[in-house]
């Protein structure tokens, strides 16, 4: 058994050597490479990156094909609405005043202050008055609103 014990430790000091070894080559091998990894590592982000830039960009253009879309109808809409309502005012320009202040006291209060505000003069006075009281005064608040200086978003 004297003999062999030699043996076993030439054996664990032989371990311990190449392992030595091994961790060096190891380190070695990681410092070499390391370079082209942060390149690799560098590639992949940037791909990343450039796929991310692609899907901003194709929801951008997706969002300004729509804002164009929805202005687009909008000014459809807008221009329908002075139509309809160039066309409104000339039906109420037309009705007597018994008739007219009826139909008004039914709409919208802001509604009807934009079609009396419409007219002339001497016929929004003569629809006014046919009003209720209540309704008229309402009318008359927001015709009056609408006219007021400080509540107007135009600074001049």
Known sequence: MVAALPSAKAQEQLRITSGETSEQEIQKYCTNIIDQARDQRYV???QDLEKLQKDVDDRIAIME???AEYEDWLKRRNDFMQQAEANLVNVYKTMKADAAAPQLEEVNPGLAAAIIMKLP???SGLILSEMNAKKAAIVAAIMSSA????TSRDPS
């Open 44 to 46: 992949l982000q940037k």
């Open 121 to 123: 003069p001497r016929q």
């Open 147 to 150: 006219t007021d200086k400080t």
């Open 65 to 67: 094909a729509r804002k």
